[in-house]
Each structure stands twice: as C-alpha cells, then as structure tokens.
C-alpha cells in the first residue's frame, strides 16, 4: 500500500526518509523485484499454457478418484467428480486473471484520464471530478460491482466491469497526484515555453513521467481484484460453475468442508500467495521508480 | 473552527446528494425499467401486469418526477418498496441492520487492536527477526479472502475439533470466530497506514529532542508518536468502513448468519433494483457519516489543520 499525505509538511517529511537515489541504486531492490516476479511469471504460464503444467483434465472427472487426499499423483487432492484439484487451479487461472486483468484494464484507463483533466485542465474541472471521485469512494466497491451484476446477469463480465469502475478512484487519484508533481518540475516547464502543446506535453512529458506509481498499483490492484473477485464469486455472481476458477473453487469446496478439507484449503492458498506476490511486486516496483 | 465544520457538513451533504443523483441515473442506463428486469426471469408475465405495477411503483411518472419524488422520499426517510416483497426498503434493511453492525462494531474493534498490537510489536521489539515477521503481516492479511480464513477455522474448529457448532447458535466462539475473520481482513490497511506514519514522525527532529533529554522508548512511543501518527490512521479508517461493510456480507455468507448480508444476496438473485438502491444508499451514508466525523475529530488530534483549511482536507489518498 502506498500512502501519499496531502497534508504538505507530512509529505516533506516523508521524502527525507525515503533516501531515494540509494535505494534506486541498491542492487537488493532488483532481486526483491525478480524474486517476486518470477512466481508471478510461473502464474501466467498457468494462464497462457495450463497444459505445460498438468495433463489431467480439469472438467471431466475419474469416477473412481472421488474425494482423493493431496499425494505426489493428485498435489491438490481431487473432488467430489474426481477432478484433479490442481489441473483445475492451473486451467482456472486464465479466467481469473481475465476476469481481474479485465477489471484492472477499466480502473487503469478510466482512472488515468479522470486523473489527467483534474490535474491538467483547471480548477473547476480539478472540483468537479474529484468530487465525483468521492461519490466513488464513498460508495464501497463490493456493491458498485453488485449493482452492475444485478443490472445485467451475472456472469464473468458483468463482474469484471464492475470490480472495475470500483478501482477507478483510487486510479483516478494516484493519477491526479503524480501528474500534479511531475507539472511543476522544470523540465515540463521548459517544454511549454520551447513551444510544446497541451497535448503533446501531457503525452511526451507527463504521462511518461508519472508511470511508476502508477504501474505499482496497478500490481496491487491486479492482487486486489482477485480478492473481490473470489470474494463475488463465493456468493454465485461469477462464472457458471463447470468453468475452474479459483474463487468458484473455493466456494465448491464448501460443501466438503468436512470430508475433504483440501478442497478449499489448497486453492485458497494459491490465492493467497498470488495476491501476497502482487502486493510485494507494486511494493518493489515503487521502490525502483521512486524519483 | 465554525466555518471548518460547515465546510466538512456541506461536503458531505453533497456527496450524498450526489450518490443519490449517480445512482439514478444509473438505473435509468439499465436496459430496460426496474419492473420488467425484475418480472423478466418470469416468462408467464404479461404487459398488463408490467404496466401495473409500473404504476404503483412510479415508474410510468416523467423522469424529472421520479427523481424529485424520490429525492423528496429520501428526505422523509421512505426510500421506496421492494419489488419482491413490496415492504418498504427502509423496514427491510432496518430489521437485520443491528445483527450486522454487531458484527462490524466488534469486528472494527477486534482490527484496531490488532493493527495497534502489529504496530506496537514492530516498534518496540528489540528482535530485528521479530520486527520483520511483524512487519510482514499486515500485508498477509491483506491478502487471505475472508472466505478462506472463515472456511478454514470452521473446517478445523466444528468439524476437526468439534468446539463450535457449523451454524450460529450464540456461544461465544460462533460469535467470536466471524468477528476475528473480519476483524484480520479490516486490521490490514489500518496497520500499513499506522506503520507508515510512525516511520515519519519517528523522522522528525523533535523525537531526537526527546532522547536528548533521555526519554525511554516506550515513553517516547506511546506519549509522543503515537499521537502524532493518529491522524492518517483515523482518516484511513474512516475508509475501511466500505470494506467493513462488503466483509459483513461475505462473512455472514459463510458463518450463515442472518444479517445484510442475506438481503443483498436475495436484492441481487431477485434483481430488485429499488432494494439495491437503497442498501446502496444506505452504506453512502453510512461511510459519510463516518468520514464526517473522522474530519470532525481530526483538529482535536491535530490543529494544524485548521491553519492550513482551504488548502485541503486531512485527507489520506490510500492505495
């Protein structure tokens, strides 16, 4: 989590502390950034090529392999079909993250241009869409995605519009933050008076210029959405059930809970690692791009 | 001071203003009328009974009389019927609000200890092994789904150990345990914010005084930078009470706890969109008000920033 006070003798303070060429420098910085990476690239392995890392089917089950506890065969343990739970983690990835990149992708895209004219295009607009920013906030995430869910069937995109539009505020302010900093810098400056436009100078220097925290919440945000996601999809408002995906899966092996206890156990896990790896990986991103 | 409060009063009248208006309009972009979303899983429904409902549910009036009926209903505390039941929306939520908020008054409690235990430990312990297992917490909690955690005590405690029964039955442990799941979930933010704003005061020069002078750790913590560090905390949990409240519903799902939770799902299984709209409405609110008092106590923690008002609020942009 990042933390940017407004509050101006806070934040001064805050930058002495930070030491931040140092860290920039510091070779530990790059292998805290590859150590979390490379479980991260494994995951989207899962996601672009399951069938590299299971060869059992994950929506046919053996009827003779009901209920197996985890062993060096079945990692995970099998189900109530039979189905290697592992297979069906590694052949849910790709819906979950679809689900979450999709979610992700809206925040990001929405949240940078709200973020942009507040920073850039004056104070009546800064005013008016920083209140609708509140109006975001104040209304919690969860139901902003129920109320897409309820307006259209529930379903994968419903829910991935709607976890989006709820990570639009926080976007939309990081957005608006960086962008004001990196305004005031000199060389900005310099390239409006060396006869730059509004546009060219928000995209060439800008924009550019800002990414870093950005692209670190984009992380934690990506670890975020595959919380909500889970969490939605637990309570029946995501993907039909024969489709693996993790937050399904979990919910599938509630009614289990007592005759197999690695049906929810072990693909909960995953999901904590992801989101653990996600959170560390914004965290290290931020460290390098810190100016 | 006077002109400080009406500022932080105004702003959150508008806010909820225009979540009612955001809202509103959103549900006129919804494909079609709330009635024929919800009479369309029943395919043995004929215009007439759509027609007739609409009418006694308003929704044949002209848009701008929707918006100031219903805008005038608000202000007279009657926020509209549901359509599956035809109860007002307001007797809906009321009848099971008090379970919930129980559940997320203690849990809320349960996560400031916790982030104050998480904090204190950090600070204070002389074990740098110890510091970093600490420190490496909040974002673990961060990360369980609420789903999981609950699933998996209930799993070890009613059914490996047989300690607590599968669903409610008011012993201590069927209340304790879903308060704990929640109250892990909400500690995590309110633990990064506190961590990080002890890291910049502990910056500042006048702890340094402080040592010169001689003062023991532990006085220095609790006297001096804790105070100091509050504000931030209590801006960031001002915001944690929509994750409060998503992590009721969950949570109650799971321990199959009556509560909010069980009306959102039917609002949404049934689409009953005046009932989402109100259960909408209700947790705007619920978060404004909590953030108007939050900027309400800030000057009492800090001063400065009546000083500086106009400049912005004491607002903490978390991510």
């Known amino acids: 989590m990042t933390l940017h006070l407004e509050n101006p003798a806070a934040a001064s303070a805050a930058q002495i502390t930070t030491a931040p060429a140092a860290t920039r420098r510091r070779p530990s910085a790059r292998i805290g950034l590859w150590l979390t990476a490379l479980p991260l690239i494994l995951v989207l392995g899962w996601a672009l090529f399951p069938g590299l890392f299971t060869t059992a089917d994950p929506i046919a089950g053996v009827g003779a392999e009901k209920f197996l506890a985890p062993s060096a065969q079945h990692w995970f343990g099998t189900d109530h079909l039979g189905r290697d739970i592992y297979a069906r983690v590694v052949h849910g990835t790709s819906q979950t993250l679809l689900t979450a990149g999709l979610a992700v992708l809206i925040g990001l895209v929405a949240g940078t241009i709200i973020g942009l004219i507040a920073a850039t295009a004056g104070r009546a607009a800064d005013a008016v869409t920083m209140r609708l920013v509140d109006v975001l906030l104040a209304v919690p995430g969860f139901l902003i995605s129920l109320i897409v869910v309820t307006a259209f069937q529930p379903g994968p995109i419903s829910l991935g519009v709607g976890v989006g539009i709820a990570s639009i505020a926080s976007f939309a302010r990081v957005v608006r933050s960086e962008v004001l900093r990196v305004r005031n810098l000199d060389f900005v400056e310099a390239a409006f008076l060396s006869g730059g436009t509004y546009g060219s100078v928000v995209l060439r220097h800008i924009l550019p210029n800002a990414t870093g925290p950005v692209l670190s919440l984009l992380a934690v945000d990506l670890g975020a959405a595959i919380l909500a996601i889970s969490g939605l999809g637990f309570l029946g408002f995501g993907a039909p059930p024969p489709t693996p995906e993790w937050g399904l899966l979990i919910s599938e092996g509630r009614q289990y809970l007592g005759s197999a206890w690695w049906m929810t156990s072990l693909p909960g896990l995953v999901i904590v690692a992801a989101v653990v790896l996600l959170a560390g990986f914004g965290r290290q991103l931020l460290k390098i791009f810190r100016f | ?319």
Request: glycine share 8%; hydrophobic share 55%; charged share 10%.
């Open chain 2, 1 to 319: 001071m006077g002109r400080y409060v009406a500022q932080r009063i105004g702003q959150a009248l508008l806010v909820i203003w225009l979540a009612y208006t955001v809202i509103f309009l959103a549900v006129q972009l919804l494909p079609s009328d709330p009635v024929t979303i919800f009479l369309s899983t029943d395919s043995a429904v004929d215009q007439a009974t759509i027609d007739n409902m609409k009418r006694q549910y308003g929704y044949d009036q002209p848009l701008l009389v929707q918006y100031f009926a219903q805008l005038g209903g608000l202000l007279t505390g009657d926020v509209g019927y549901s359509l599956a039941s035809g109860e007002p929306v307001a007797l809906r939520i009321g009848g099971v609000i008090g379970s919930t908020m129980a559940l997320a008054l203690s849990a809320f409690a349960t996560a400031v200890v916790l982030a104050l235990a998480v904090v204190v430990a950090a600070t204070l312990t002389r074990s740098a092994v110890l510091r970093k297992v600490v420190l490496n917490l909040p974002p673990l909690f961060a990360a369980v789904p609420v789903i999981w955690l609950g699933l998996v005590l209930l799993e070890l405690l009613s059914i490996r150990w047989g300690v607590m029964s599968l669903f409610p039955d008011g012993s201590f442990l069927s209340l304790a345990v879903p308060v704990f799941v929640l109250g892990v979930h909400v500690s995590a933010p309110i633990a990064q914010v506190l961590l990080k704003s002890i890291d910049t005061v502990y910056s500042q020069p006048f702890i340094d005084v402080l040592r010169a002078k001689g003062a023991s750790a532990s006085w220095i913590f609790f006297r001096h930078a804790l105070k100091n560090a509050g504000g931030p905390a209590m801006t960031i949990t001002g915001i944690t009470v929509g994750t409060l409240l998503a992590g009721s519903v969950i949570t109650e799902t799971v321990f199959a706890r009556s509560g909010l939770g069980a009306v959102v799902l039917q609002a949404v299984t049934t689409q009953d969109v005046p009932l989402v709209q109100g259960l909408v409405l209700l947790t705007a609110s619920v978060f404004v008000a909590v953030n108007l008092v939050v900027d309400l106590l800030y000057p009492l923690l800090d001063p400065r920033i009546l000083k500086s008002n106009g400049q912005g609020s004491p607002r903490v942009l978390a991510v």
